[in-house]
């Protein structure tokens, strides 16, 4: 009986977890766009057909490190098809996208001091509506390799470049990245499972010290 109550615990602490995710991270990517070629034909950000050059941007990139496995090497850090959200931000109004086609998020590294931090994602698979951002440290290679660590840079040189399903478009410089866990980890259900059986083992030797105390007390 012992055995069976043990066991059904164990399952039930599987069932549980089986939707356990890793940690959702966001980068944001901070800067400056520039180029007469920036425009908001669509009105995505304002007037529609306003020029965006010398706005300020930023750009949020979330993503779960769960999604697809992390290709660790001597030189690169990366998942692909993990993007959950990416919100554009200018003049203080926000395009929120949370589907996409592809999506890539990467740190590299190559040992002599080149290093940089890359999102990407396709908002469908025409090609032509996307977002590509990265920031580039060739002086101290401090960028990190992990993708699942916070990190603050400012200074380092960088390129963006958007293009809405709207035409609003944009070539823009980051100047600050930062990187952030904005949810925890949960717990694998390997140790879900443990932590429940050795509480179900603690009740049931509890529960059978109190049926032998009853047995002894009614002798």
């Not at 554009?88 to 949370?98: E, F, R, V």
């Not at 590294?109 to 396709?122: I, L, P, R």
């Not at 951002?133 to 002086?139: I, K, R």
């Not at 030797?205 to 002798?219: D, F, I, M, S, Y």
Request: proline share 3%.
């Amino acid at each position: 009986m012992f055995l069976r109550y043990v066991f059904g615990c164990a399952l039930a602490a599987i069932a549980f977890c089986g939707n356990a995710q890793a940690a959702i991270m966001e980068v944001t990517y901070s800067g400056n766009i520039y180029n007469s070629f920036s425009n908001d034909v669509g009105g995505t950000f304002g007037a529609a057909g306003a020029s965006l050059e010398g706005k300020a941007i930023s750009v949020a990139f979330r993503y779960d490190t769960s999604l697809a496995p992390i290709t660790s090497g001597p030189q690169n850090n990366q998942i692909s098809g993990a993007a959950v959200s990416v919100g554009i931000t200018i003049n203080g109004i926000t395009k929120l996208y949370n589907t996409f086609y592809t999506s890539l998020v990467q740190n590299y590294n190559d040992g002599q001091k080149h290093t940089n931090v890359q999102a990407e994602a396709n908002f469908d698979n025409s090609g032509i509506h996307y977002l590509t951002m990265s920031s580039t440290d060739n002086v101290t290679g401090a960028f990190p390799l992990s993708l699942t660590t916070a990190y603050n840079f400012t200074g380092p040189l960088g390129n963006g470049f958007f293009r809405l399903e709207n035409g609003t478009q944009a070539l823009f410089t980051p100047t600050h990245v930062t990187s952030v866990q904005i949810a925890a980890a949960v717990p694998e259900p390997s140790t879900w499972a443990l932590m429940i059986l050795g509480f179900a083992g603690v009740g049931f030797v509890a529960a059978r010290k109190r049926k032998n105390q009853g047995v002894g007390l009614a002798a």
